[in-house]
């Protein structure tokens, strides 16, 4: 069977096996359309099985989180954790709390940490989890008890040598003490370094809440640095407004950028003096507001329910919320407003069809996996700290991450002149390079 054969098999049975699970299928035939040029130069590959065994996870859990609501009421939701490939160091990645998750969705996020977390030269392996749980409007007390009821069942497969999850949507600093605390209680010991994202002071690292919205910044400046340009003066539209979104707002305006709209699921606002970033946090982190509150301190800034933050003219596009949020129409919207660059703070924000879009129109196109691995590459260096009784300053942290972001974007470039002949081709690039890494260890440590 030649290469293309071989590679259009693999798909087509992972899609038998996984039906009704759009998500998974879209982010491994994303993978799996750039190897051809791999499988021809390494047919190896293909009688070790490497595919299809990286589509196929180690281990899925699926189980029931009971807990009680404020007014007494017993509430039942689905706790998910999909233990993807360890073939580089403990399964790493996320715990997404938001009610579309579903067995899908966290495939998808788990089969990409593998290529992600490969791209960062760690040791770390590829795991996602999360539950269907909406936090919004939930109280402290309820989010306490949905997170120990969940830690109560998770505990019994991680530790800090075997699956380190840390946040995603909906799982931030507050959740992550709660589930560290149900950790240590049930299994009586301090393990610091079997979850990361943990609050400064008692185990956390510098940077890690940074690291995602920084980390994204930083590879959209490696990019425009390839053309000799920077932020300086660029107008910049960033979705979302949670944890990526807030730091990527704030290195952007470092970096002499400047951020003039940015979304909830509510809707976009649009602030053409820049976004205040000290009045968003406020709003989103601690009054946990939508983002139409924003508006109301700032009579400058609108706010719109209709259409989407795409709809801003921009030079510079930072997706930061959700998987497929910008679709085919918003890429032709960016492109003929004349963006140069997108990178993906999110996870597979854009639909095939808008990458497409962005590709042929020679827009620098920076995907997920690499532009958004400083959050998985700092939480490793929380691992390293953990590991050393020991604290970095934020300077050194941040140093470490810029040095990885740095590295990722060269791994890209590198690796997609070698497999494409174009440089420019980051999806190539991210793919050949994360997937080489994975399944050089994968066939030294035999069929497992
Ligand atoms: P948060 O929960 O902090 O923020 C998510 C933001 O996205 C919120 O503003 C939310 O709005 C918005 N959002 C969520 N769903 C939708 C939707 N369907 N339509 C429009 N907006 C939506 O999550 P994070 O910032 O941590 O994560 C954002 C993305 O970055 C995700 O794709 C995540 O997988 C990815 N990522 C995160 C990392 C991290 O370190 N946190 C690391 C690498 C990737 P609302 O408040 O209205 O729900």
Redesign the pocket.
């Known amino acids: 069977m030649n290469a293309s054969a071989h590679i259009e098999a693999v798909f087509a049975e992972t899609r038998r096996r996984n039906p009704a699970e759009p998500e998974f299928h879209q982010a491994v035939a994303e993978v799996l359309e750039s190897l051809g040029p791999v499988f021809e130069r390494h047919p190896e590959y293909a009688d070790t099985g490497i595919l299809e065994r990286l589509c196929e996870p180690e281990r899925q859990l699926i189980f029931r989180v009971p807990w009680v609501d404020d007014g007494g009421a017993v509430r039942v939701n689905r706790g998910f954790r999909v233990e993807f490939n360890s073939a580089l160091g403990p399964y790493k990645g ?1 715990l ?1 709390f ?1 009610p ?1 998750v579903n067995l899908g969705i966290v495939k998808f ?1 788990g089969f990409e940490q593998i290529f ?1 977390n490969a791209l960062t030269g760690m040791a770390i392996g590829g795991g996602k989890g999360g539950a269907d749980f909406d936090p ?1 409007g939930r109280s402290d007390g309820e989010i306490m008890r949905f997170c120990q009821s969940f830690m109560t069942e998770l505990h019994r497969y991680l530790g800090e040598h075997t699956d380190v999850p ?7 600093g507050r959740e992550i003490g709660y589930l560290f605390g149900q950790y240590k209680r049930i299994t009586n010991r301090y393990e610091s370094g079997v979850l990361t ?1 943990k609050p400064v002071g008692w185990g956390g690292s510098h940077v ?1 809440t940074e ?3 920084y980390g994204a910044v930083y590879f959209a400046h490696e990019m425009l640095a390839t053309r000799g340009e920077g932020f300086d003066g660029l107008r910049v539209v960033v ?8 730091y990527a707002v704030e290195k952007v305006h470092a970096l002499g950028g400047r951020v003039v709209a ?5 809707g976009y606002l649009v602030d053409e003096d820049g976004i205040d970033l000290e009045l968003l946090k406020e709003v ?1 982190e601690v009054r946990r507001e ?2 139409s509150a924003y508006t109301e301190a700032r009579p400058g800034a609108s706010f719109s329910a209709r259409g989407t933050v795409y709809d801003v003219p921009c030079d510079i596009a930072l997706p ?4 497929n ?1 910008l679709d085919r129409e918003d890429a032709v919207a960016l492109v003929k407003h004349g963006v140069r660059a997108v990178a993906e ?5 854009c639909t095939p069809a808008a990458v497409q879009i962005f590709r042929d129109a020679g827009v620098l196109f920076g995907p ?1 996996k690499a532009a ?5 590459a700092t ?1 490793a260096l929380e691992m390293q700290q953990n590991a050393a009784r020991d604290s970095w300053t934020f300077e050194q942290t941040e140093t470490r991450l810029a040095a990885i972001m740095r590295d990722v974007h060269a791994q890209c470039r590198d690796t997609a002149a070698t497999y494409g002949g174009n440089a420019d081709d980051y999806v190539l690039g991210a793919n050949v390079a994360g997937f080489l890494r994975v399944a050089r260890a994968m066939t030294a440590q035999g069929v497992i």
Request: with cysteine.
């Open positions: 996320g997404r938001h579309s996020l992600k919004k840390a946040g995603d949507i909906g799982v931030g994202g890690r690291a995602t919205g979705s979302g407004s949670g944890n990526v979104a807030v940015c979304s909830d699921s509510s989103k939508r983002i930061c919320a959700t998987q949020e703070g999110a996870n597979m924000p997920g958004n691995a400083g959050g998985v939480s």
